[in-house]
């Protein structure tokens, strides 16, 4: 594209038009290793929680959940540190962004007001991690996430009414149903294809 | 019969529309995501975004990120407007 000044035609401005929005494309990739990271983060200390309550008499099991506060510092210093890189934002990449952001305020609101409630802080945390999960989905136009959303549904519907030991592996399995598994597929897609506009 | 509306000189032109094709997808973009995308050169581009910048059209924002400055650039209200009335004119022209 050389000739600055050159006159087009109108079905060459069409062409230009349509070929440069067909361009504009984003890589999604970022978004696999976050999901990626907090599945297997959630899905180490969730199991383990769950392991120590059954098979020991340790009653500080919940210390495990402490291996997630570096693992905020991690996730945002990753975000940080692409995002100084990235050369485009989309109006799709800052919803993704402020949605998870406001999960995030949302959790840490929830676990300093609510720490005692520990024996029911699953069921709320699927209904709280449910909603950018879904917004995610639909941002990335990735069914996957959005199915992911609606297994945490249903497992806090499970964990609520299914008993503790229904309840402590409800955790585990969404994260496996709602993070790792899109994640790995996110990725996979992200490395030879990517979504327009998200 | 409806009247021909004139292009916008400003913007029918093949580097200024690209640029502004780009722009109208997205939130911000980078000088070299510009760059990369129009397949311009650095000079032919530069003088195209000073252009767009100078009539309103787009806005320009300089940053320093690692190590590096960095040009970011995002499509302005009234560059919006004069691209979807462009595109309408052109409509028109087509007949489509």
Redesign the interface.
Known sequence: MENEEKMMTGEESLSVITEMIYKTRVSITQSSFHLLFWGWLIFACSLSEFLIWKLTNWTNAWYVWLFVIPGVFVSLIYGFVKGKRERVFTYGTSIHVFTWLSFLVSSVIFFIVFPMESESVSKYMLLIAAMPLFISGVVLRFRPLMWGAGAFWVLALMAHFGGETVSGLAMPVAMVVGYLIPGYLLRKRGSHDTFQGA | MTPFRE?DPLL???????IM??L???????F??LRE?????AG?LS??IGKLKDAGYISVSKSF??SYPQTMCSITDLGRKKFAEY?TA?GD??KI
Request: proline residues 0%.
């Open positions: 292009l029918h032109s093949q580097l200024r529309l690209a094709s780009v109208i997808s997205v939130d911000s973009a980078g070299s995501y995308k129009t397949e311009a050169t032919n003088v195209q990120g690692e595109v052109l022209y087509l």
